[in-house]
């Protein structure tokens, strides 16, 4: 991630320099948490807690926490100092999974990560896997609702953070988004269990939901829109990741959050996958050799359209160095008069226009592909973080062309009957940069089919193969694929997670 | 379409209620036409400027032209008084189509179209068909460049406008959408005739084309986009789309531009379709059985979260009537304090919120389905006109919600071998509100199949047959289909455009 940010402008974001303090979560009470082991979601082989990255898992209290050092791997890594050493060589660049002994991350997850080729001191990408049970929200009196004891809700999670200008945001992103999620769940704990349809106003009453709650017959209105219960679950998602990012502004000072992070987060709750995608990681499901894309990639180019309409109805987010449109090329001074191709933030279209003063300002989105960058500076478009980035020698904020949200895709597993082949794979830019779906596809292929299907360390093979794929062979360093192309010299994280077969979650 | 716009702003929709004056076209040059009959792209069965529907065709001066009445039907269809007076009947409700004598439609052309059932007092339905031709634009001495002399291009154009809340913006689009698109083709005449990729600078020198004007080598800049002819070509469409939505605003108190209308409008040019839609029209493409979606909708609901956005960036757009948040059922005074589902120009998801005193106005968006509406009063996000629509009993505007600009989807006729069966079918919301694609696409290969391959007017039998089957059997007026569900009470205009075959384009 970090070739995608000018590295001209990791200065101008805070960074004191001085070693982050304990950070705390004001925001996220530390409930108690049921081992999911009662709950009916419970995985057959399911570790104790297992991948609990940081020891920030659903069931620790967030002041025991908080401690991982910025350069620190996730902790279901097992690393020991020597092996947390080995896995920052920037030279070597060692493919790292969690050992094949010891816990097993939940559903037999496959897992590897390797670091950049020297882009940035650390590997800025973060990574968490999590079994986080939710308990429905406590009444006004502390304690669980009679209607809501022991029907908590469990939701397996899987989240990748690619930083960048810093590793901060993906770090605390990675201990802490899953549990705004369950905080935005509590409400939902009871609604989501009850067959019939979400109610669509409750009363204010603090608490659990309770059928008597329900304000008024709902037939009674002559119009009103259905509301499903995964729709509920994507609002909280949704949420969730507004309220980490917003964490993050207020905590920016004290805590040492630096930089920003792409986040691309799964959750598997009742029956279905919810994929949430905020920056440019990609999720696909590999099924029976079929390519179904999860997520849609957010860069200045997908987006480009929003980012125009936003500076063109907020001109003064421009200030006197952006114009909101787009021209193929910079426009020279002395092209002043001539006609040149734009496009606004209505037009898919080009067309020329006769340039003034105004166009020889910078443009708000300009390159293309990997180059592409919103005022000249970040090359992605949503993600969390990112409150201190300014333009390079201004004091212009970038944030508020930034989103913060996640599209939100589902995927209902219990719709096809998935064989031990069928998985979903999660992987930060640094894959897909040099790595097409198909090319993913075939190794997921090629190295399944090597292992017995009940072997539960198939899928971690098939993430190392992934990474080592993509980082390429050292060849003095330059980092060759094997067609002689430049692999990939990015931080690169890949999950793959199996839609059935053993350790699954059924 | 009348049915989605609410008929109690229809009076707020200036009309002095005089007969219209007669219109001036003062943006569009009377520029002279050739006749297409010289170009490679004339089609076999090209009849004389066929279709020109009111006059107003590309080789007539436009003061000659825009004398129809606001009842008026396409010229096309050869209407006598009587006939026009049957059109127009709403207890009838007669099919209409051009006659099988005569000239035909470019291409063979199906078409037909019927009134509504009473909902509004003419045909708001406009159509066009017309073969346009382009010539470079001239050189300050008002003479052709030396190098476009005989080098103009040639496009094919149908265009279906569904007016609403009036005629007056579905005729005037009708008579001059394609002129403003064949103005800002003139630019691109010969370079859209160059094999070598289009130059991204011009000198600012009036007149045609000419390498000469090309500003400096391109190789000299280290980055540039690549920009297609293609692209040009959308680019024209669109800023014609917004230059017919700018004419209608500075005419529409001189002209009695009344109400709005949805367009729906395909270029043939070049080899390639281009199917531009603003609103909730639709084209599909069946080709050897199968459907190829051409266009997509523009509804509150498609469009909510780029209405709920400029709302929540701009508003004063709301007034103090409404909210840009959106609720699944209205909010009633007496819920304040209590917890309703919302979404935001954020979320595709719902949560919950504890309902505030400012929730209590009317939502921008609000309803479901064809009962959708923005501001309580329009069905529809796309399209020309509707400059002088007003909220209800209220002065605050809605035309700034409203976008003028199309969604350009491109089909390139070169890459498929078509056979006389394969069709684009245009149809106003009338035909799809109560017809599927799927439908749609049995009903062309049962028309079809009873007709020889070489029958010109089998297109026309198409069209009629799904007019016929969206508006039902009268049943004592009560227009039932054969499952004796409503038929539409929509006007119904539909075109059914063959891709091979007799009357092709090749």
Not at 286 to 314: A, D, H, W, Y
Not at 475 to 480: A, K, T
Request: aromatic share 6%; with cysteine.
């Amino acid at each position: 991630m970090l070739n995608r940010v000018r590295s001209a402008v990791a200065h101008l974001v805070s960074s004191g320099g001085v070693p982050p303090p304990n950070p705390k979560s004001p925001d996220l009470p530390n409930t108690t948490s049921a081992p999911p082991a009662a709950l009916p979601e419970t995985p057959k082989s399911l570790p104790a807690r297992a991948g609990s990255g940081t020891g920030t898992g659903s069931g620790a209290p967030a002041k025991t926490v908080d401690t991982r050092a910025s350069s620190s791997r996730p902790t279901f890594l097992q690393l020991s100092p020597g092996g947390l050493r080995r896995a920052e060589d920037q030279a070597g660049r060692a493919v790292q999974s969690p050992p094949d002994t010891g816990r097993r991350l939940p559903w037999s997850t496959g897992y590897a990560e390797v670091i950049n080729a020297g882009k940035s001191r650390h590997n800025e990408d973060q990574a968490c896997c999590e079994v986080v049970y939710v308990e429905g929200r406590r009444s006004a009196t502390g304690t669980p609702k009679e209607a809501s004891r022991g029907q908590g809700l469990c939701f397996y999670y899987w989240g990748l953070f690619d930083g960048h200008a810093g590793g901060g945001a993906a770090d605390m992103a990675s201990r802490l988004l899953h549990r705004h999620i369950r905080e935005q769940l509590k409400d939902l704990v009871e609604i989501l269990q009850d067959p019939c349809p979400p109610p669509l106003c409750l009363s204010s009453s603090p608490g659990a939901y309770n059928p008597s709650h329900l304000v008024g017959p709902q037939s009674c209105w002559s119009s009103q829109k259905e509301v499903t219960h995964e729709s509920l679950v994507v609002g909280a998602i949704e949420n969730a990741f507004q309220l980490m990012d917003e964490q993050m502004a207020r905590e920016r000072r004290g805590h040492q959050v630096d930089g920003g992070c792409c986040a691309l987060v799964v959750l598997y709750l009742l029956g279905k996958l919810y994929v949430a995608n905020a920056g440019d990681s990609r999720a696909i499901i590999v099924r029976n050799g079929e390519i179904i894309p999860m997520s849609r990639e957010f860069t200045p180019e997908t987006e480009r359209q929003r980012l125009q309409l936003l500076g063109f109805l907020k001109p003064e987010l421009l200030g006197s160095e952006f114009t909101h449109l787009e021209f193929p090329r910079r426009v020279q001074p002395k092209e002043l008069g001539q006609r040149m191709l734009y496009r606004d933030q209505n037009m898919t279209g080009w067309a020329y226009k006769k340039i003034e003063v105004e166009d020889l300002r910078f443009p708000l989105v300009c390159g293309e592909g990997k180059k592409a960058r919103v005022m000249a500076t970040i090359g992605v478009t949503r993600g969390l973080g990112d409150h201190n980035l300014k333009v390079c020698s201004s004091t212009l904020p970038i944030k508020p062309f930034l989103s913060c949200f996640p599209e939100v895709q589902v995927y209902d597993l219990t719709q096809y009957e998935h064989c031990p082949d069928d998985v979903l794979v999660l992987g930060t830019d640094g894959l897909w940069d040099v790595t097409s779906d198909h090319e993913v596809a075939a190794t997921v292929d090629r190295v399944l089919s090597t292992y017995e299907p009940n072997d539960s360390s198939r899928y971690t093979a098939v993430a190392q193969a992934l990474v080592l794929g993509a980082r390429g062979t050292p060849r003095d360093r330059g980092w060759r694929l094997p067609n002689n192309k430049l692999g990939s010299g990015d931080d690169i994280s890949v999950f793959v997670i199996p839609l059935g077969g053993p350790g699954s979650y059924s």
